[in-house]
């Protein structure tokens, strides 16, 4: 089903001056205009086209890309708000995206960024973004698994974290406990599941769970030993977080277990003012 919102490769069926006219099948001929039309392309050519509505309300397609598309969700820069209408979006394409009065869960100011998701007016069929993710994001039972690599786009900030949304369906939780500096809303991340609550809660990290976490950052740890020779690396519990993740990547948490299983190892030692490698007697 061809849908707005969507990339679709469509057919190229003829050539007409404002454009080329492509096969959108039971939505009908949909205009690709000229200053989109890649060189070399004519009719009976197949071509991926993302579809809009231009500033008519016409269903159009165009080669950019815009930064989300029909079901997912992004941060995006308020280029404009009209009073009684709503709040205009950048998303990357020429005509601005819409969010409505309806749809606003504040109302931002231009220059602002939001969180917003792309989706469909019921009424109009036109596309249009929603601060009220809560109204679209999933209520089924999650299915991830713990460990599992997802993308995470932070939208909130609440006392005990930052609630992301995982993989533009569910909402989860990152712990300010674990991070070792403030996250804004719109960043988008590389996560991981850590927990699946029976209610459905999803826990987050932005490290790997388990041995896939602690195997590479022992290696990473052990490189560093290996660099300083018989030096001293300055790490221990008291080290401020944000110097671990600076150094190694990886929160205070995943360092203290990868450095532990260095130590049962035998293949690092702890010395006043942190650690080096294991020294034989």
Request: charged share 25%; hydrophobic share 40%.
């Amino acid at each position: 089903m061809i849908l707005p919102g969507k990339k679709h490769t469509l057919c190229v069926l003829r050539e007409a001056s404002p454009g080329l006219y492509l096969d959108g099948l039971e939505l009908g001929d949909i205009l690709l205009p000229g200053k989109y039309i890649p060189k070399g392309i004519a009719p009976g050519d197949s071509l991926e086209v993302f579809l809009h509505h231009d500033s008519e309300d016409r269903l159009v397609a165009t080669t950019q890309t815009p930064h989300a598309l029909l079901g997912q969700v992004a941060g995006f820069e308020v280029v404009g708000v009209r009073p009684g209408i709503g709040a205009f979006l950048d998303w990357g394409l020429e005509k601005d995206l819409l969010v409505p009065l309806r749809e606003q869960s504040r109302h931002p100011n231009v220059g602002e960024w939001v969180v917003a998701m792309v989706v469909l007016d019921e009424v109009s069929g036109r596309l249009m973004g929603t601060m009220r993710l809560h109204r679209h994001l999933h209520k089924t039972e999650p299915k991830y698994e713990e460990g599992q690599a997802v993308d995470l786009v932070v939208a909130e900030e609440t006392d005990l974290g930052y609630k992301a949304v995982i993989n533009h369906t569910h909402w989860g939780l990152l712990y300010k406990s674990e991070m070792a500096s403030a996250l804004v809303p719109g960043d988008e991340m590389l996560g991981y599941v850590r927990l699946v609550r029976p209610d459905g809660k999803i826990d987050l990290s932005l490290d790997a769970s388990g041995y896939a976490r602690v195997r590479p950052l022992a290696d990473q740890i052990m490189a560093a030993v290996e660099e300083a020779g018989e030096g001293i690396l300055p790490f221990g519990d008291k080290t401020d977080p944000a110097l671990i993740r600076e150094r190694f990547g990886a929160s205070k948490k995943a360092f203290k277990q990868a450095l532990g299983k260095l130590l049962r190892q035998r293949r690092v030692e702890f010395v006043e003012g942190g650690f080096r490698r294991f020294r034989k007697l």
